[in-house]
């Protein structure tokens, strides 16, 4: 039996390449919706999952074998390397991250240790090397974004309007100043680590951040997100920024360092590219979707696709996670739509 060639469709979507088929993978590919992800996860906690690297490996693989996808994510969290500078995180099942010792001062900020990602987080590491050795489309690794792992280490779990997390911004300026410097440097540590162990493109997901507004967007984020971009440029490896609602953050996102813009489904593609939105786009079919009627789900990827081919540099994506109600057939079918798709076909 000969290797499958490898496919390195995404990179070249990236790049803004032409490329024969469109790529695409799923935010939250891995996960509940899949029966083997239920089977393992019901003998390990979330965290051990992460430990063993041949877990998290399989864990990985499993939607790209299952679904065909054209790229893997590495199967971890947001949280991964914060537990080890001194957040007492764990992952409850149906709600996410609860943190037993929530920031509240300067001090909190202080006490925050410095990620070593040898030391702290080898089994990442591990998992990294394992799937570049068996994979057959590249592998993104990946990181929270300040704003969004601060909005959990304040607000001590899931919050819907980061009321703790924006007044301490307002009110403690100088301690959310050192606290975006600290994330700031366990980003691009964290990342930089994942790329010298084989990841071929990282995604840095701020899913709060469209909590802010513009203007505090370009006073409070912006100088950070510029700081983790444009060193991860020094690498070469594309870079991939994604939000939840953040259609009016879009033209400043359109002026960091980045390759890649994730779009969730409240804007549309056009939209994004008429406010002038130059990089490559992914997304943003709503994940909703995946638990409609086939005929509707498919008329929507269409017009999503229509959209996004209009110019080179696109990647079929959800607008945010899988669910876990979604069904393991619907992402194959839509899996093998999206390949099949052509323009003006
Ligand atoms: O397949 C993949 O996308 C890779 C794995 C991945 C997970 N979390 C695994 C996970 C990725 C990329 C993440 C990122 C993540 N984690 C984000 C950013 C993306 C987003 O969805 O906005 C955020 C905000 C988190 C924090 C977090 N962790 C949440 C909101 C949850 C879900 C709560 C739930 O149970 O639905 C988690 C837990 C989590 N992370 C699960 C998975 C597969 C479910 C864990 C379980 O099995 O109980």
Known sequence: MT?????????????????????VWYMRQAGRYQPEYRAIRAKHTFFEMNYIPEVCAEVTRLPVEQLGVDAAILFADIMTPLKP???????????????????GSLEDVHRLGELDPDTHVPYIMEAIKILRQQLPVPLIGFAGAPFTLASY????????????TKSFMYTQPAAWEKLMEKLGTLTITYLKAQIAAGAQAVQVFDSWVG???????????????????????????PTIYFGVGCGHLLEEWNKLPVDVVGLDWRTSITKARELG??????????PTLLLAPWEKLE?????????????????????HGVFPDAKVETLQKLTSFIHSYRRNA
């Open 277 to 286: 939105v130059t990089k490559t786009l992914q997304g943003n079919l709503d």
């Open 153 to 164: 280490m304040i607000e001590g779990g899931p919050s819907k309007h980061y009321h703790k």
């Open 3 to 23: 290797a499958k060639p490898f496919n390195d469709t995404f990179l070249k979507a990236c790049r803004q390449e032409p490329t024969d088929h469109v790529p």
């Open 85 to 103: 500078i001194g957040v007492d995180v764990n992952i409850e099942s149906g709600i996410g991250p609860v943190i037993a010792n929530p920031i």
């Open 299 to 319: 008329a929507k990827a269409k017009e999503i696709l229509d959209e996004g081919t209009q110019q080179p540099g696109y990647i079929f994506n959800l607008g």
């Open 211 to 237: 909590a802010l507004n513009d203007e505090d967007y370009r006073t409070f984020i912006a100088p950070v997100m510029n700081r983790i971009l444009l060193s991860l440029r020094e690498t070469g490896v």
